[in-house]
């Protein structure tokens, strides 16, 4: 794998794994409505959840490559759309914070993970646009989905950290930062169509 390709891994990984989706703002609004100490277990089960499905989706993809090879090569396009669509929907969103306070509890923040499509669709297309191309070992894919799912224990990590500084800057700045998101992602969208 290049240095070129690796990079725009990571590229890709940051910023999909930062930018707003279900597990980064239910934590934001959880920390900023419970605070820390009562919102921990919701914390650990979208950690814990992000990593059990980031494995489903390693076991997913060497599955497809070891039962119907070319099927990857198909993937990799439609993973390419959906980099696109991703780059589009950040460009021109609006910030939406959900007001929904409900209980912070585990098994909330750990089933949330298991009906978030982003996260799938990032583990998914990652592996089939990036690292199937060099390598379909399963202990390949395994590492670069832990590496994915640690990519994303970062960023929720960083929205509970920093909570309202990440809201208010997000909410004052959110066009100029979702533009030049939505750029970012285009370049990877260059570096995964060169393999």
């Given at each position: 794998?290049?240095?070129?390709?690796?990079?725009?891994?990571?590229?890709?990984?940051?910023?999909?794994?930062?930018?707003?989706?279900?597990?980064?703002?239910?934590?934001?609004?959880?920390?900023?409505?419970?605070?820390?100490?009562?919102?921990?277990?919701?914390?650990?089960?979208?950690?814990?959840?992000?990593?059990?499905?980031?494995?489903?989706?390693?076991?997913?993809?060497?599955?497809?490559?070891?039962?119907?090879p070319a099927v990857l090569q198909v993937?990799?396009?439609?993973?390419?759309?959906?980099?696109?669509?991703?780059?589009?929907?950040?460009?021109?969103?609006?910030?939406?914070?959900?007001?929904?306070?409900?209980?912070?509890?585990?098994?909330?923040?750990?089933?949330?993970?298991?009906?978030?499509?982003?996260?799938?669709?990032?583990?998914?297309?990652?592996?089939?646009?990036?690292?199937?191309?060099?390598?379909?070992?399963?202990?390949?894919?395994?590492?670069?989905?832990?590496?994915?799912?640690?990519?994303?224990?970062?960023?929720?990590?960083?929205?509970?950290?920093?909570?309202?500084?990440?809201?208010?800057?997000?909410?004052?700045?959110?066009?100029?930062?979702?533009?030049?998101?939505?750029?970012?992602?285009?370049?990877?969208?260059?570096?995964?169509?060169?393999?």
């Amino acid at each position: 794998m290049d240095g070129y390709v690796l990079t725009n891994f990571f590229v890709y990984a940051i910023v999909n794994a930062f930018t707003p989706g279900p597990g980064n703002i239910l934590a934001l609004n959880t920390v900023t409505s419970y605070g820390w100490k009562k919102g921990k277990p919701l914390f650990f089960g979208i950690f814990i959840g992000y990593y059990v499905v980031q494995m489903i989706c390693a076991f997913f993809v060497y599955g497809i490559g070891l039962f119907l090879p070319a099927v990857l090569q198909v993937m990799k396009y439609m993973g390419t759309a959906y980099i696109l669509w991703l780059a589009i929907h950040i460009a021109i969103s609006k910030p939406k914070i959900d007001e929904n306070k409900k209980t912070a509890s585990f098994i909330k923040g750990f089933l949330l993970q298991f009906v978030n499509i982003k996260i799938y669709m990032f583990g998914i297309t990652t592996l089939t646009g990036f690292i199937t191309p060099y390598s379909k070992a399963l202990w390949v894919l395994i590492t670069f989905e832990l590496l994915i799912a640690t990519i994303g224990t970062i960023a929720t990590s960083t929205w509970i950290g920093v909570g309202f500084l990440i809201q208010k800057f997000y909410i004052k700045y959110y066009r100029i930062i979702n533009i030049l998101l939505g750029l970012t992602l285009l370049e990877c969208i260059w570096s995964m169509l060169r393999i």
